[in-house]
């Protein structure tokens, strides 16, 4: 006994979850100085490290961000969007809003999305001390671990909501349309 007409899908109704999207999604934790960038596999289960790209004021850092994300042909760019306990937007929030147009604007038509990453820094410093790196070499690496922990927050919302995680910034599906598709 079906509830809708034959051959209905029940993931086609508004609102309902779809099956997880394969493939590979980029991460990046953006700053002032570095940008940590990391990938998950195919199948969406390991997100791991990539590099650390340093932020250059001629913006060949975008072209290298560019470049990664064709490189591991992404299916899109999770940005992530800092903001204070309290949900408020500060200036670091801009300007990773704003570095998330420029990625967007470059791989058009490829989706790009912010993603709230409060305390992932924080998180990722405590990783690495747990792990037993040196509190002196975490710059080295703490970029890539948040954007680590970016790509799996990203991941698990879309697993437990069946829509891509966070705020579409480039050009691509909307939120509402995403949810009827």
Do not use: N, W
């Not at 991941?155 to 995403?178: C, D, F, K, S, Y």
Request: charged share 25%; aromatic share 2%.
């Amino acid at each position: 006994m079906t509830d809708g007409p034959a051959g209905a899908d029940p993931a086609d109704e508004p609102g309902a979850a779809r099956p997880f999207r394969r493939g590979v999604r980029l991460g990046l934790d953006v700053g002032t100085v570095r940008i940590g960038v990391a990938r998950c596999d195919p199948s969406g289960i390991l997100a791991t490290p990539v590099r650390t790209v340093a932020r250059q004021k001629d913006g060949s850092d975008l072209a290298e961000v560019v470049a990664l994300a064709r490189e591991h042909e992404a299916i899109e760019v999770v940005v992530g969007l800092p903001r204070s306990l309290s949900g408020r937007q500060g200036k670091s929030a801009a300007a990773a809003r704003g570095y998330a147009v420029r990625v967007a604007a470059t791989l058009a038509p490829l989706p790009v999305r912010l993603v709230d990453e409060r305390l992932t820094t924080v998180s990722a410093h405590q990783a690495l001390h747990a792990s037993g790196r040196p509190g002196r070499r975490h710059r080295e690496v703490v970029d890539q671990v948040a954007a680590v922990m970016i790509v799996e927050q990203a991941l698990e919302i879309e697993r437990r909501t069946g829509v891509p995680a966070g705020e579409l910034v480039g050009p691509g599906p909307t939120r509402a349309q995403e949810e009827t598709e």
